[in-house]
């Protein structure tokens, strides 16, 4: 392992980071077999009923938001949850948490340890079986949310559903489904239908769906795939919610129930589709409380959990003017794009004065930034884009994302600049903004990581 001190923690995020995390995934079914050898270990102490009640989700957009939700409410319930996300902005850490708190470096070193341990043992008898980066964080929070005898696991699959390593569980307590978009299509297919069909594989057999009906196509596959597995399906769509007001830092909205009356909801968020995803863990809680015997959850901690939920971000105001979306691909842009259209900071148009409307973007290779930047342009407050580029390999071009820019900009309103780092997008972004502008980062959950660790520097200068 090159040398590296595999008992520190520099040297476990080192030797994770090194790993592969976009090769060929290993076959479900070789994943599984250490998935139940793990179960074995110990006396059994690793075993899938040791983990709580799992909700496992899936979905294009909104499923970490989603997870969110759920933890903040089964914690105002009074559970102890663990929760499992991807990816993280600043530290590998943020994608384990218990009871709120991501875990310790002590506790990600005793994880990675215990894991390794397993494996050295298991390939004894299987020597081919090398997990991937995915595989090695999802087995050890198996790890940690068994020793911290968490009563929920909310776990977010990765890529996917079908395939992914997180559909080695076998019993959740209920499945979720967030809206279904077209993102990864080299990986999940080109329709709508086809990366439904690679979502809903996470259904099994008689375990209660809950999904986001906005898209006819997804909806059609995720009721036949429940159907077919003798599922009970509890869907969300755009008539079961309602939004009153849209405030500077808080969102007013209803739910609608059959069984409950939740009145005034309030999200401390200016994203509209929050509300959706508040609409679907609400549904969530209520498949919990009346199916899964979870009778802590109460409309109070409900209220409570939506009122008091915080996910990084996601249309966070970092400092006074400065907002992170991590919409990453056309249907969060185009959510993003709402935002913005219904904040009541922009509806009268561009800003006063010679204050400026900064739009700071990069993206990733392989999605479809052309379309994304076409709806960002059509937002006419927007005075300046900064096009940065992401490192690494997998960061766009600069040169062709600043050409797409200047495609769709306006000539007369619109000005388009180029940084190669994004630090100097950045620091570029807050110097021209004037006193009461607004800076928007968008484009990559990648890029609004590296800006929310790089804002320290900048609290001085602007």
């Not at 079914?29 to 250490?34: D, N």
């Not at 006396?43 to 799992?54: D, F, P, Q, S």
Request: with cysteine; net charge negative.
């Amino acid at each position: 392992m090159n040398g590296q001190d595999l008992r520190s923690y520099a040297g476990v995020e080192h030797f994770l980071e090194e790993l592969p995390r976009f090769t060929r995934k290993n076959p479900l079914e070789a994943t599984k077999g250490f998935y139940a050898y793990i179960q074995s270990c110990e006396n059994g102490r690793y075993r899938e009923e040791n983990l709580g009640k799992v909700i496992h989700v899936a979905g294009t957009n909104g499923k970490g938001s989603v997870c969110a939700f759920l933890q903040r409410i089964c914690r105002a319930s009074g559970y102890r949850t663990g929760l499992f996300t991807s990816p993280h902005l600043q530290t590998t850490r943020e994608r384990f948490c218990v009871d709120g708190n991501m875990i310790s470096e002590e506790e990600f070193v005793e994880a990675f340890c215990w894991l390794s341990d397993r494996l050295a043992v298991y390939h004894g008898n299987c020597p081919e079986y090398c997990p991937t980066y995915f595989e090695y964080l999802f087995f050890m929070g198996i790890y940690v949310f068994v020793r911290a005898e968490v009563d929920i696991m909310i776990l977010e699959t990765g890529l996917g559903g079908r395939l992914d390593t997180t559909n080695v569980v076998r019993n959740p307590a209920v499945t979720v489904l967030t809206e279904i978009g077209l993102d990864h299509m080299a990986y999940l297919g080109d329709t709508i239908e086809a990366i439904a069909a690679e979502k809903a594989g996470i259904i099994k057999h008689g375990v209660p769906v809950v999904f986001s009906d906005r898209r006819t196509a997804a909806s059609g596959v995720i009721r036949k795939k429940a159907t077919e597995k003798g599922c009970k399906c509890h869907t969300v769509s755009e008539n079961d919610y309602k939004i009153k007001e849209i405030q500077k830092k808080f969102i007013d909205f209803s739910v609608v129930s059959r069984y409950y009356d939740y009145g005034r909801l309030i999200a401390q968020t200016t994203a509209v589709y929050q509300a959706e995803n508040a609409a679907v863990a609400i549904r969530t809680c209520e498949v919990l409380k009346r199916d899964c015997g979870f009778d802590q959850i109460t409309i109070e901690a409900i209220r409570e959990g939506i009122r008091t939920m915080h996910w990084p971000c996601r249309m966070e105001e970092i400092r006074q003017g400065v907002f992170i979306d991590g919409a990453h691909n056309e249907d969060g842009i185009r959510a993003f794009v709402q935002s913005i259209r219904q904040s009541p900071d922009f509806r009268g148009g561009n800003n006063a004065g010679n204050d400026r409307c900064v739009l700071i973007f990069s993206a990733v290779r392989d999605k479809q930034y052309d379309k994304m930047i076409e709806l960002l342009c059509g937002l006419e407050m927007i005075t300046d884009f900064v096009v940065t580029q992401l490192p690494g390999e997998r960061g766009a071009f600069l040169e062709e994302l600043g050409n797409i820019f200047v495609k769709y900009a306006s000539r007369e309103t619109q000005r388009v600049y180029t940084y190669e780092k994004i630090e100097d997008a950045l620091g570029f972004g807050l110097s021209v903004r004037g006193v009461s502008g607004r800076v928007f980062i968008v484009g990559s959950l990648y890029l609004a990581g590296i800006v929310e660790s790089s804002m320290e520097e900048y609290n001085d200068r602007f």
